[in-house]
Nanobody
Framework: QVQLVESGGGLVQAGGSLRLSCAAS????????MGWFRQAPGKEREFVAT????????YYADSVKGRFTISRDNAKNTVYPQMNSLKPEDTAVYYC?????????????????WGQGTQVTVSS
């Protein structure tokens, strides 16, 4: 069983920054590919970013490319999306997810475990 706990969400003005965290349980965190998704009210969950088990490979949705950076610290079992130049349209609940097979993917159904989500609200 893997538990994922997100933190770092909150209210920020447009143009501001937030750094989310996702802490994972499990002794084999360093073998997981990790993903971040978000869901705005009335919309489907959408892919944001993914990072490989080593951190050497990252991939971003076009909507966040150049503004968001995802990183991980395997010694701390934690993955961090740094979100800069935030826009009101970034407002959503942000979820981290783990793929235990180490497969990077933008497909949400491929992930094995999910966190409970953290709210990010960007005011204009």
């Amino acid at each position: 069983q893997v538990q994922l706990v997100e933190s770092g969400g909150g209210l920020v003005q447009a143009g501001g920054s937030l750094r989310l965290s996702c802490a994972a349980s499990g002794r084999t965190f360093s073998s997981y590919a990790m993903g971040w998704f978000r869901q705005a009210p009335g919309k489907e969950r959408e892919f944001v970013a993914t990072i490989s088990w080593s951190g050497g490979s990252t991939y971003y949705a076009d909507s966040v490319k150049g503004r968001f950076t995802i990183s991980r610290d395997n010694a701390k079992n934690t993955v961090y999306p740094q979100m800069n130049s935030l826009k009101p349209e970034d407002t959503a609940v942000y979820y981290c997810a783990a793929d235990l097979w180490g497969v990077q993917t933008i497909v949400s159904t491929a992930y094995d475990y999910w966190g409970q989500g953290t709210q990010v609200t960007v005011s204009s």
